[in-house]
Structures are given as structure tokens and as C-alpha cells.
Nanobody, 121 residues
């Protein structure tokens, strides 16, 4: 059974940083692209960042303006999202996902349960 378990969310002040982690099990992690999406109530999943199987190719949402960095450690079956200069509009539930290397949520077959990030002003 494939499981993705996010951690690292929480409450942070505007301008602060957080690092999210997502531990994968039940699949050959290194064979799959990984991605982060976020969602606020009543809205669709919003693409944040994606990383291919090797970690050499990335996609980022233009709106992030270079504030977030996705990385992976295939030895630990873990993907990370380093977030800095956080803003209140970054507040959302953040999800990790594995699948094909793309920005569309439909490309990802397995999803975690999400971790909440709240940025106070």
C-alpha cells in the first residue's frame, strides 16, 4: 500500500520559514516524480512545485517568485519543500504527491493527507 505522510506544517509569522517533509512508502520512490500542491477551502488544488525522479528537473509556480525550493532524498524516500519569506496568502493545506513529472494534478496518482500551514500577518 502506497502511503505519503506530510509533516512540518504549523503556524508561522509573515516573513518566516518552514520546511515541509513528505515520507513515502509502498512504492519505488526513486522511479517517480514528486510534487507539492496546496489547497484552501472551496478552491482546487494549486500547483506549487514538482521535481523529476532524479532531482535534476523542476517546475515551480510562477507566483512563488523563487521563495520555495523542492528537493528529494531518494535514500530516505522523502521529498521536502523549503518555504521562505512566507506571506499570509501562502496559508493553505499542503499536499505532496507522486506520479508523472508535470504541473497538472491529474498527473499524480498518489497523494498524502496534507499538512496545514498558517501564516499570520
Amino acid at each position: 500500500q502506497v502511503r505519503l505522510l506530510e509533516s512540518g506544517g504549523g503556524l508561522v509569522q509573515a516573513g518566516g520559514s518552514l520546511r515541509l517533509s513528505c515520507a513515502a512508502s509502498g512504492l519505488t520512490f526513486s522511479n517517480h516524480a514528486v510534487a507539492w500542491f496546496r489547497q484552501t477551502p472551496g478552491k482546487e488544488h494549486e500547483f506549487v512545485a514538482a521535481l523529476n525522479w532524479s532531482g535534476l528537473d523542476t517546475y515551480y509556480a510562477d507566483s512563488l517568485q523563487g521563495r520555495f525550493t523542492i528537493s528529494r532524498d531518494n535514500r530516505k524516500n522523502t521529498v521536502y519543500l523549503q518555504m521562505k519569506s512566507l506571506r499570509p496568502d501562502d496559508s493553505a493545506t499542503y499536499y505532496c504527491a507522486t506520479g508523472d513529472f508535470a504541473m497538472a494534478s491529474s498527473a499524480y496518482h498518489y497523494w498524502g493527507q496534507g499538512t496545514q500551514v498558517t501564516v499570520s500577518s
